[in-house]
């Protein structure tokens, strides 16, 4: 039996939020690459220590998704573990998608609505 626990507009909205979601995250990432080239340390410890943040960021979820209708569940519970969005940036999805989702995260004080 297949379980689905989203719908049509949960699609729509999840395409329309992502851009959304990815925007404030990398502003997000912006202001602490702006805070690591503002440390008192020489120029190429800078260099070298955002060099290995943006490698290691590029694959974060927050800067891109595989954007496939069967993925979605799966980046959003992506999203939500990497603290690029949080349980109450859902509202206006379908009541089955929230829950489910609010049940993965419960007892999860950093994911708490």
Known sequence: MN???F???DWKLFRKKVPEWQEAYMNRL???Y??????????????????????ADRNK?????????SM?????IQLISEEVISLSDLAGF?????????FLF???ADHSL
């Open 61 to 69: 979820s927050g800067v891109q998704l595989d954007m496939r209708r």
């Open 94 to 102: 379908s009541d089955g998608l929230r829950e489910g989702l609010e």
């Open 106 to 108: 419960r007892g999860r």
């Open 7 to 9: 719908n049509e507009s």
């Open 34 to 55: 702006i805070q690591l080239l503002s440390e008192n340390a020489a120029p190429s410890v800078k260099f070298w220590r955002l060099e290995r943040r943006i490698k």
């Open 3 to 5: 379980y689905q626990i």
């Open 72 to 76: 979605m569940i799966d980046n959003l």
């Open 30 to 32: 912006n202001e602490e």
